[in-house]
């Protein structure tokens, strides 16, 4: 076991993953020789090499269409889109090409290869560093949709990523890169080093795609939560003494139903929480899921706390960003109604 | 046998000995004027070469100064200087206001501020820029009020923009400035639509794309030039070269095979390469550019051949990627040098009066600093109203963002 943070864990797994399979190669902006922006690959270019580890023109279609055309031979491209506000010039080639290539060949080819972008708020990123963009992911047949929440699972779920036959979005939330986040910015912040969830082993080890975790056991309300949320969760819990367990969903495509299913028909409620604008968002098929499963177990409408409709402010991010004072407020709501 | 392929390398990194030798620039003044209505083809010797008017002595030399003729004059450059010094100290200033917490988020153009600076000289009222987050010398230039600069990288109540944007992406409409995206590459294209418009809507406004080396790379790059040689509108598309796109030398994007003026070529565009720290070569090129695209000879394409001499944001350390002193072994040296060389040379200007005139206009910057500062910082912030966050992002609330603004209870 090390101490690692949420950088050091996706750069342990991209080392193993370089080290034990020749076929995978890392690209993106700014992630050779520099490392990228936010270091996840720092080191990777002088132990393995510019061939397999190496910066590419500012061109987020070209990193995912050269991606396609290299798994598409068996190789196993892990790129890095460098904010996941970027990936908007790859959409095409994500959604219509590497979703699709198995499917529409019968099988002749496929894309195994992983789309990593850091995602959400809560830096001061502005409209263009701060959006949550996996609703418009998993609306997508072909894709799987990924997002971590600590330090160990980056390391697992991203080792299992690069290892899935599919086209995976590995989305990080890079407000808790470098410690949990609870949504309080004014507090002090706290580091991986000292949580438990950022004890992580050093060898190889996957955390297997599509199965979420209970983050935290609880009888009042079922909280459904990924990235960030949930230590915002894990902090309106605490706000308000609701007893509520709460559900890292981990992979959001495919949705491990069957955790969220048992959580809801034991808690009876539920709330459900994201950073994402709240209009057909993922918490928009969360609540028409737990609903179609637990219709008769229901005692309260669900809930859900969201991003606000509206482009991530600068100055307002704390306005904007779902804190737990609104998740506390909807707890107590659903578990006084 | 394997087939090899090619991975770009810059010539120097931390520690070694900076390294230019790639560029073999010609002396100052070897290039004639082409004329306006000159062929894409023709100008591929611009497109290669490097149009230069100051020499290392610090006289004006050639036929561009010759055409530059009295806009270039000594009232005219001192001016220019000036400006050039305000964005110098409004860099400096907010570093480091930047590094005290006071803002979220800064980007310098140090090196770079006699292009954005001389080119905004050549623009008339209605013309339209679509700068980058590195041409704020466009808006300091162009006579933009310091107390709206300030009060957008502080975010209180004299931000034009109430908060919305990631400090130095800036909007004035009225000084010719298009809203800046944080998306790159993406405004390029649009420069094009907004001079066909102009056009169409019979006015004889230009618009002026700006990109990065980096950024050519993107689609929308690509997609501007494609439409601009199909429809020639008036647009000039400028291409900032410094060298550098954060980590990634300019190789990374392509150019090591071919300069970014000859690509222009290649799409069928008349394309010109400039000495980007010569304020008098991009007071004389913007001259030939402007009169060329207001006169309906179509689009140009200029290559600024410059160096980012500070990191690329203040979220960046660049001695982690290049020689620390690769800025100073620059072959093209510094754009404010250089002009007050020529001042001074021509006996308009001396090295006490610059730097009297330095502190005269830091002064000036820290006055209206000050009083942005006092109205709230990031330190203190006087947060804006967060019922704003739901304002204006249709013309008219529709009822769900009503429900939200009440459900936030602002
Ligand atoms: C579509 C997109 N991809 C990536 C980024 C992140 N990014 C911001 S600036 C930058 C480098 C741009 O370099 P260049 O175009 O040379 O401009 P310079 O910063 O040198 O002025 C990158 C990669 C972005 N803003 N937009
Ligand atoms: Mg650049």
Request: glycine share 10%; aromatic share 10%.
């Amino acid at each position: 076991m090390a101490k690692m943070t949420m950088i050091e864990a996706v750069r342990s797994a991209m080392d193993i993953m370089l080290e034990k399979d020749p076929k995978v190669i890392i690209m993106g902006e700014d992630v050779g020789y520099f490392g990228g922006v936010f270091r996840c690959t720092a080191g990777l270019q002088e132990k393995y090499g510019i061939e397999r580890v190496f910066d590419t023109p500012i061109n987020e279609s070209a990193i995912v269409g050269m991606g396609v055309g290299m798994a598409t031979q068996g190789m196993r491209p892990c790129v890095e889109v460098q904010f996941a506000d970027y990936m908007f010039p790859a959409y095409d080639q994500i959604t219509q090409e590497a979703a699709r290539i198995r499917h529409r060949s019968a099988g002749q080819f496929s894309c195994p290869m992983t789309i990593r972008m850091p995602t959400g708020g809560g830096i001061f990123g502005g409209q263009t560093h701060s959006q949550s963009p996996e609703a418009l992911f998993t609306h997508v047949a072909g894709l799987k949709v990924v997002q971590p929440s600590s330090p160990v699972d980056a390391k697992g779920l991203l080792i299992a990523s690069i290892e899935d036959p599919d086209p995976v979005i590995f989305l990080e939330p890079k407000r808790i890169y470098n410690g949990p986040f609870d949504g309080h910015h004014d507090a002090k912040s706290v580091g991986w080093a000292t949580h438990p969830l950022g004890e992580v082993p050093e060898g190889y080890y996957k955390t297997e795609l599509g199965k979420a975790n209970v983050f935290r056991e609880g009888e009042a309300v079922t909280i459904l939560a990924y990235g960030t949320m949930v230590y915002v969760a894990e902090a309106a819990v605490k706000e308000t003494g609701i007893d509520a367990e709460i559900i890292d969903l981990r992979t959001l495509l495919p949705l491990d139903l069957e955790t969220i299913v048992e959580s809801v028909k034991k808690t009876r409620k539920c709330v459900v929480i994201h950073e994402g604008t709240r209009t057909s968002g993922f918490g928009a098929e969360l609540i028409a899921e737990v609903q179609e499963a637990c219709f008769y177990h229901l005692e309260t409408p669900i809930v859900r706390v969201t991003g606000w409709d509206a482009p991530y402010p600068h100055a307002q991010e704390w306005d904007y960003f779902p804190g737990p004072k609104r998740v506390g407020r909807a707890l107590v709501e659903t578990v006084e109604a | 046998m394997p087939i090899k392929i090619n991975f770009p390398t810059p010539s120097a990194r931390p520690g070694e000995t900076p390294d230019f030798s790639r560029y073999d620039f010609p002396e100052p003044g070897a290039l004639p004027v082409p004329p306006l209505d000159i062929t894409a083809e023709d100008t591929l010797e611009y497109a290669n070469s490097l149009i230069r008017v100051l020499d290392d002595d610090g006289n004006a030399v050639g036929p561009w100064a010759d055409y530059l003729g009295e806009e270039g004059n000594d009232d005219v450059l001192l001016e220019g200087l000036r400006d050039m010094l305000k964005m110098r100290a409004i860099d400096a200033r907010m570093l480091n206001a930047q590094r005290q917490g006071k803002t979220t988020f800064y980007l310098q153009c140090t090196g770079e501020e006699a292009i954005g600076c001389a080119f905004q000289r050549q623009l008339n009222k209605g013309d339209m820029n679509f700068p980058t987050y590195r041409q704020q010398s466009l808006l300091v230039a162009g006579g933009y009020p310091l107390k709206d600069l300030f009060g957008q990288y502080y975010q209180n109540e004299n931000d034009p923009l109430g908060g919305r944007q990631l400090p130095t992406l800036h909007s004035a409409k009225d000084y010719g400035f298009f809203t800046i995206s944080g998306n790159l590459g993406t405004q390029y294209v649009q420069a094009v639509g907004w001079a066909m418009a102009a056009a169409l809507t019979g006015t004889d406004n230009i618009a002026a794309a700006w990109i990065g080396d980096g950024a050519t790379a993107a689609s929308d790059y690509h997609s501007a030039m494609v439409t601009a040689a199909v429809y020639k509108p008036p647009v000039i598309l400028n291409v900032v070269n410094n060298q550098w796109a954060i980590s990634s030398f300019n190789g990374i994007a392509g150019g090591t095979a071919a300069t970014f003026a000859n690509r222009g070529v290649g799409y069928g565009i008349p394309s010109i390469r400039v000495d980007g720290n010569d304020f008098l070569a991009v007071l004389a090129a913007t001259k030939w550019a402007t009169e060329r695209t207001r006169n309906s000879h179509g689009p140009v394409v200029i290559e600024w051949v410059t160096y980012r001499v500070a990191a690329h944001s203040t979220s960046d350390d660049a001695s982690a990627y290049r020689p620390k002193d690769e800025a100073d072994a620059w072959p093209l040296g510094d754009p404010v040098e250089r002009l007050k060389q020529y001042l001074i040379q021509r006996g308009k200007w001396s090295e006490d009066r610059h730097k009297q005139g330095e502190a005269e206009i830091m002064d000036e910057v820290i006055a209206v600093q000050k009083e942005s500062e006092a109205l709230g910082t990031f330190i203190n912030p006087q947060y804006l109203s967060p019922s704003a966050i739901f304002e204006g992002v249709y013309e008219e609330m529709p009822e769900h963002l009503k429900r939200q603004r009440q459900e936030m209870g602002a």
